[in-house]
T-cell receptor
Framework: DVKVTQSSRYLVKRTGEKVFLECVQDMDHENMFWYRQDPGLGLRLIYFSYDVKMKEKGDIPEGYSVSREKKERFSLILESASTNQTSMYLC????????????FGQGTRLTVV | AQSVTQPDIHITVSEGASLELRCNYSYGATPYLFWYVQSPGQGLQLLLK??????LVQGIKGFEAEFKRSQSSFNLRKPSVHWSDAAEYFC????????????FGSGTRLLVRP
């Protein structure tokens, strides 16, 4: 069965902390994505990666960075967490460059206090 | 700029009634189109997709969608809604330019009246 696993379902962090959100897929997919989901705004693309060590900015990259050192793992980093980064974060992967179904993790609900 | 618009934030239908959820996109490149569903507390699941060919595509759970290039639309339909269809529905697009970004609309929450 296809699986995208996010390391935490819930996280609470303090303002100014460096936060790491981890995502692992077991499908040998080339593409991986990070989104944040907020009510009324849908899913907004933060960063995506189509190969190891490759990354491209999405629509809202400010305040975030990513790392993809291995094909199966895509990490989202909040360099200095702020309260406006409180959100649900979703990781996804797909086989082709967006041409096939994207599989999603269960999400990480991050609260920054 | 690339954008996906779902104009209806909420839609309420009675069980057994028909349903149409709207999706429009803007950008010049060839789009590949998707509809996903997110049930309460669940992850996103693909309902259907359109890449090329017949503009009316069938998906899971009795859903279908029609691609209309002239209207830049990809509306989702179901002839008879079941209570279990209550969920949030997202339209998504990948544009076949160099970016290959997967962009989602803001979602439509479907409520089903008994």
């Amino acid at each position: 069965d296809v699986k995208v696993t996010q390391s935490s379902r819930y996280l609470v962090k303090r303002t100014g902390e460096k936060v790491f959100l981890e995502c692992v897929q077991d499908m040998d997919h080339e593409n991986m994505f990070w989104y944040r989901q907020d009510p009324g705004l849908g899913l907004r693309l933060i960063y995506f990666s189509y190969d190891v060590k490759m990354k491209e900015k999405g629509d809202i990259p400010e305040g975030y960075s990513v790392s993809r050192e291995k094909k199966e793992r895509f990490s989202l980093i909040l360099e200095s967490a702020s309260t406006n980064q409180t959100s649900m974060y979703l990781c996804a992967s797909s086989l082709d460059r967006g041409l096939t179904e994207a599989f999603f993790g269960q999400g990480t609900r991050l609260t920054v206090v | 700029a690339q954008s996906v618009t779902q104009p209806d934030i909420h839609i309420t239908v009675s069980e057994g009634a028909s349903l149409e959820l709207r999706c429009n996109y803007s950008y010049g490149a060839t789009p590949y189109l998707f509809w996903y569903v997110q049930s309460p507390g669940q992850g996103l699941q693909l309902l259907l997709k359109y890449f090329s060919g017949d503009t009316l595509v069938q998906g899971i759970k009795g859903f279908e969608a029609e691609f209309k290039r002239s209207q830049s639309s990809f509306n989702l339909r179901k002839p008879s809604v079941h209570w279990s269809d209550a969920a949030e529905y997202f339209c998504a697009v990948v544009w076949m330019d160099s970016s290959y970004k997967l962009i989602f609309g803001s979602g439509t929450r479907l409520l089903v009246r008994p």
